[in-house]
Antibody
Framework: QVQLVESGGGVVQPGGSLRLSCAAS????????MHWVRQAPGKGLEWVAF????????YYADSVKGRFTISRDNSKNTLYLQMNSLRAEDTAVYYC?????????WGQGTLVTVSS | EIVLTQSPATLSLSPGERATLSCRAS??????LAWYQQKPGQAPRLLIY???NRATGIPARFSGSGSGTDFTLTISSLEPEDFAVYYC??????????FGQGTRLEIK
């Protein structure tokens, strides 16, 4: 069965950096695009970034463009989100999700807290 | 950016009642609209995709309708486990997907 497991969250100071990982299993990871979606405490869902199956194209929300970088290692079945210049408003649970319109494949999320 | 507006923000109903949730898009999204359910501490769960198709394992009391800019999620007879927050999501502008702000369905 499809499994997505995020890791790497934690507490970081404003201006700091963090790298999130999403380990995928149960499907051919190299055949699917992947998203990062976040949810601030008590707020709604916000799409963050997308990467094509082969890493050839990447897309970002305006709120993170220039600060976050999405990448993947298909040999390791792992998706990444490098987050730099973090701000208080980046505090959220970060989910990775498989790009599959009729499928429901999300990780359990990892919490990032930006605070001094 | 395609903006999705959900209404109402909060819906108070009793088990057994019918729930009708709305989602309006700022421009046409054709039928590329999905509905998710989210409970506290959990990841969102896909209910409906492409406006009217139930995802695998979703009970028949959940149905979706609409196209273009106006969409509806209907829960025909509320069960206790249906009280949660519901989000609509568009993928017309894929991969730049967007979500509505959510409707909280609470027990009256």
């Amino acid at each position: 069965q499809v499994q997505l497991v995020e890791s790497g969250g934690g507490v970081v100071q404003p201006g700091g950096s963090l790298r999130l990982s999403c380990a995928a299993s149960g499907f051919t990871f190299s055949s699917y695009g992947m998203h990062w979606v976040r949810q601030a405490p008590g707020k709604g869902l916000e799409w963050v970034a997308f990467i094509r199956y082969d890493g050839s194209n990447k897309y970002y929300a305006d709120s993170v463009k220039g600060r976050f970088t999405i990448s993947r290692d298909n040999s390791k079945n792992t998706l990444y989100l490098q987050m730099n210049s973090l701000r208080a408003e980046d505090t959220a649970v970060y989910y990775c999700a498989k790009d599959d319109p009729g499928g429901d494949y999300w990780g359990q999320g990892t919490l990032v807290t930006v605070s001094s | 950016e395609i903006v999705l507006t959900q209404s109402p923000a909060t819906l108070s109903l009793s088990p057994g009642e019918r729930a009708t949730l709305s989602c309006r898009a700022s421009q046409s999204v054709s039928s590329y609209l999905a509905w998710y359910q989210q409970k506290p501490g959990q990841a969102p769960r896909l209910l409906i995709y492409d406006a009217s198709n139930r995802a695998t394992g979703i009970p028949a009391r959940f149905s979706g309708s609409g196209s273009g800019t106006d969409f509806t999620l209907t829960i025909s007879s509320l069960e206790p486990e249906d009280f949660a927050v519901y989000y609509c999501q568009q993928r017309s502008n894929w991969p730049l997907i967007t979500f509505g702000q959510g409707t909280r369905l609470e027990i009256k």
